[in-house]
């Protein structure tokens, strides 16, 4: 609707009281209609998944343009593969079209 948007405050936690850290950004939005607070620990593979091929992704983290997400699925695409991800081939204007590379 007109005037209202969608706004995501997120951090690491670094004290005990983590909705406290995140004040100063709920601070900035001006008023909040409806607010969603969780608090997630992150976790990682112990293994890349070589010896038993299992590979797992690391969880989300506080980004929220998923740079660091990209990256997660670059690396499991390596350890599962061997070889790095190379998209240089793909039409991009195809895919946002719907077609195919």
């Given amino acids: 609707p007109e005037g209202k948007y969608l706004a995501?405050?997120?951090a690491y936690v670094e004290t005990a009281d983590p909705h406290a850290e995140l004040e100063p950004g709920f601070k900035v939005?001006?008023?909040?209609v409806e607010k969603f607070f969780s608090v997630t620990d992150l976790v990682e593979p112990t293994s890349s998944g070589a010896d038993d091929k299992i590979f797992l992704s690391k969880s989300y983290?506080?980004?929220?343009?998923?740079?660091t997400t990209c990256l997660d699925i670059m690396d499991?695409?390596?350890?599962?593969?061997?070889k790095e991800l190379d998209l240089s081939a793909l039409d991009m204007e195809a895919?946002?079209?719907?077609?195919?590379?």
């Fill in 8 to 10: 995501i405050v997120a």
């Fill in 29 to 32: 939005l001006g008023p909040i």
């Fill in 95 to 101: 895919l946002r079209e719907g077609g195919g590379m």
């Fill in 61 to 67: 983290d506080p980004t929220t343009h998923f740079e």
């Fill in 76 to 82: 499991m695409y390596k350890r599962i593969t061997g």
